[in-house]
């Protein structure tokens, strides 16, 4: 007889041999085995061939195949951290297991015997886990490591960034109706779903994995909306909300309007949607300036003369008309003014106007005014501009006569109408101005019953003139046909 690794091995006559008919033998290795057998007669002759047996030697305890009931899916988070897991005996069975949770995933436990059973329960912080189990079978052989990840994550995630290109926080845009797309952005790696509602009312759910997530909404009433964002993650965790207010229509100043000359007197108004309920009105020098809240004692009511006071109140939208002395500001030039609306979800402000501060000085007398009046040649020349700007009052503003330079300005909203608004004007035969103040003929001389007549008892001709006046221009926020439905709009209302 003979055990070996060979299949076919015939035994020597030499080799171990017995009379008996079983056969006892320890492998020295796990693997398979041959036992062959070679028989020999009374006459002492010996087979010419064996007989062959295989058999396999497996002394390895396999690892056991662990599941959990509390967090099963190994791959996602969950927010409790009671964890409790199963496993199954290796085959052939095993006379204890040692266990171990920590945070490496191949952590081989120590060669000891810490459970009989095949269940384990624990309680961990956030973070991923591991547990680690192997056994020990009857013959004090040692098994592989079977190991099962778990993750806790009670955390909720940061609270979304939202925005909206179409529906700006900060400014008034869109209309009712019209459609626009808010992102929400949550840099949270296991993001499930993001939810929201508008102006507190169904709550709706997007699940999603990415990490901005596109929301369409359809404002249904111009006015202040508050759109409410939360993100909630694989564990069930949701974030606070953030809150995104936006503000659809148009919210902004019916007085003054940006390119005007205004005095000593402003007339300050504004109109918007009719959920706004109050206005107070701000002034700054220039645009590196801060804000400052126009003192309302120098503020009265247009209609009445009533001390007005902040926030005026708005009635369908709009503020009534109030006159703003502006005596108190110590130089003419640039200034720029807004509304700060109140109403509900915190409206924005109104853009800013810019108009020229250009106050005339009371003289004493004796002393006289340099404010500039028109030639007749200039009041012609005012009168076909005029006919411009209505004949394209898209891109023309109306035009004006330039209190420091005495020039003839015609205003654009686009430098492309700028040659429309700059072309030369002809003025022909227009009466010659004689140098009176206010541009007009002079009076011929009174005889002493009051007629004006020459000698020959007939009126000398008027005297004519011809010429050609090219405008100046500027670039102005308001167009004519814009300048006529908010005079229009206001007066209306």
């Known amino acids: 007889m003979k055990v070996d690794r060979t299949a076919t091995t015939l035994p020597a006559t030499t080799d171990a041999y017995q009379s008996g008919t079983s056969y006892t033998t320890t492998g020295t290795g796990d693997g398979t085995w041959y036992l062959h057998v070679r028989a020999k007669d009374n006459a002492g002759n010996w087979s010419t061939a064996a007989a062959h047996f295989a058999f396999t030697v497996d002394s390895a305890v396999n690892p056991p195949v662990i599941t959990s009931s509390t967090h099963p899916d190994q791959t996602d988070a969950y927010r409790s951290g009671d964890f409790r897991a199963t496993w199954t005996p ?80 900060d400014a008034w845009s869109g209309d009712a109706g019209l459609p626009g797309i808010f992102t929400a952005t949550s840099q949270d790696a296991r993001l499930a779903r993001v939810s929201y509602r508008l102006d507190g009312g169904t709550t709706t759910t997007l699940n999603t994995r990415s990490a901005t997530t596109r929301i369409t909404l359809t404002p249904d009433t111009t006015g202040s909306h508050l759109l409410s964002v939360t993100a909630t993650d694989t564990a069930g965790n949701t974030s606070a909300a953030t809150t995104y207010t936006f503000h659809v229509g148009t919210a902004g100043l019916t007085a003054p309007l ?101 106050r005339v000085t009371t003289l004493s007398p004796g002393r006289t005014h340099t404010l500039v009046n028109p030639t007749v040649v200039q009041a012609s020349a005012l009168n076909i501009a005029q006919a411009r700007a209505e004949a394209s009052p898209e891109t023309l503003a109306p035009p004006y006569l330039d209190q420091t330079s005495g020039e003839i300005i015609a205003p654009v909203t686009t430098a492309a109408a700028e040659n429309t608004a700059t072309a030369p004007i002809e003025v022909t035969d227009v009466p010659a101005d004689q140098g009176s103040d206010d541009a007009s003929l002079p009076d011929a001389p009174e005889e002493p019953d009051g007629s004006t007549t020459t000698e020959d008892g007939v009126a000398d001709p008027a005297e004519t003139t011809s010429a050609t006046v090219t405008p100046d221009t500027r670039i102005v926020a308001h167009s004519q046909s814009e300048l006529e439905q908010r005079i229009g709009g206001s007066q209306h209302h």
């Open 258 to 358: 940006s390119g005007e000359q205004v005095g000593h007197i402003v007339s300050l108004a504004a109109a918007g949607p009719d959920d706004l309920t109050g206005a107070t009105f701000h002034y700054r020098r220039s645009e590196a300036n801060t804000w400052a809240t126009i003192d309302p004692s120098s503020v009265t009511l247009a209609a009445g003369g009533k001390e007005a006071t902040w926030p005026v109140g708005m009635t369908e939208g709009k503020t009534p008309m109030l006159n703003w002395n502006t005596d108190a500001l110590t130089a003419d030039g640039e200034l720029r003014i807004r509304a700060v609306f109140t109403g509900a979800n915190s409206p924005a402000p109104s853009d800013e106007v810019t108009v020229e501060l250009r």
């Open 90 to 169: 290796p085959v052939g069975g095993a006379g204890g297991y040692s266990v171990l949770v920590d945070a490496t995933p191949t952590t081989v436990p120590p060669a000891t015997i810490t459970t009989t059973g095949t269940t384990h329960s624990t309680s961990k912080t956030d973070g991923t886990w591991y547990l680690h189990v192997r056994g020990i079978d009857n013959t004090g052989t040692w098994g592989d490591t079977a190991h099962y990840r778990f993750t806790v994550d009670t955390t909720p995630p940061a609270a979304p960034l939202v925005d909206s290109a179409d529906y700006p926080a």
